[in-house]
């Protein structure tokens, strides 16, 4: 029988530098299939993207419209899926885990602020380290850090703030860290600090922009709702074009 999970782990483990994974994200299933069907190998919805698409601002979306969102996607796909849920929604790691596997999703991100607020990373830890007990492995855990949109600059500087919780969360289980928004300068320092693969945020410009993050020690680039908003500008300029001058 197919299992996605192991399959979407070793695609996070089998590229060189300056080729990392690139992981579209899908906000619902026609874009979903649109990804599939261009040949990218595993999706990674983006909980942005899906909130719009939903009609919800961002952080706003009630966790039954998430998963249920999510779930539309992965049936309407044969390559696994990872789901961007946020802060978990304040679900214990028990039930996320059964929500995530409901859905059908193999991986997950998880970030460590609420509401604009960074938590504290011991706390964050723990919370990462229950949900790999509970998930085993059938989810590819993703470690969102979010100093660099989130923190605060006081005795020890970002990076440095960024490295430590990177490395907590490893510790805790994490397959994979996020420092979303990290500068490029910042890439081979985190790529050197933590032995698991390091997510930077791409732009929907062209390859050259990922294998440049890739040559910096990214192994995974995603979008977050980059894609979902550049399709929703054309979208934007088809109505232009039918209401005419």
């Not at 995530?100 to 991986?107: D, M, P, Y």
């Not at 693969?197 to 922009?209: Q, R």
């Not at 890739?214 to 550049?230: E, M, N, V, Y």
């Amino acid at each position: 029988m197919y299992d996605p999970a192991p399959v979407f782990r070793a695609l996070h483990h089998g590229c060189g530098p300056g080729d990392p994974l690139v992981l579209p994200g899908p906000w619902d299933a026609a874009s979903a299939r649109a990804f599939e069907e261009a040949g990218f190998p595993a999706l990674a919805t983006p909980s942005a993207g899906v909130a719009a698409a939903l009609g919800h601002a961002d952080g706003r979306t009630p966790a039954a419209e998430m998963f249920a969102a999510v779930g539309r996607i992965t049936r309407a796909v044969s390559v696994p899926v990872s789901a961007d849920v946020e802060d978990g929604y304040g679900l214990a790691p028990e039930e996320l885990v059964e929500r995530l596997l409901e859905a059908g999703v193999v991986g997950c991100n998880l970030e460590d602020s609420t509401g604009g607020v960074l938590v504290d990373p011991l706390i964050h830890a723990e919370r990462l380290a229950a949900v790999r007990a509970a998930a085993g492995d059938r989810l590819f855990l993703n470690a969102r850090v979010d100093t660099y949109i989130h923190g605060e600059r006081g005795a020890k500087d970002v990076l440095t703030d960024t490295v430590d919780r990177a490395r907590l969360y490893v510790e805790a289980g994490a397959d994979c860290v996020y420092p979303i928004m990290a500068p490029e300068a910042a890439l081979p320092r985190l790529a050197e600090s933590v032995p698991v693969p390091v997510n930077a945020l791409g732009t929907p410009d062209g390859p050259a922009t990922a294998r440049r993050l890739g040559s910096l020690g990214a192994s995974r680039i995603t979008f977050g709702p980059k894609l979902q908003r550049q399709a929703t500008d054309a979208v934007r300029e088809l109505a232009g074009r039918l209401l005419g001058p």
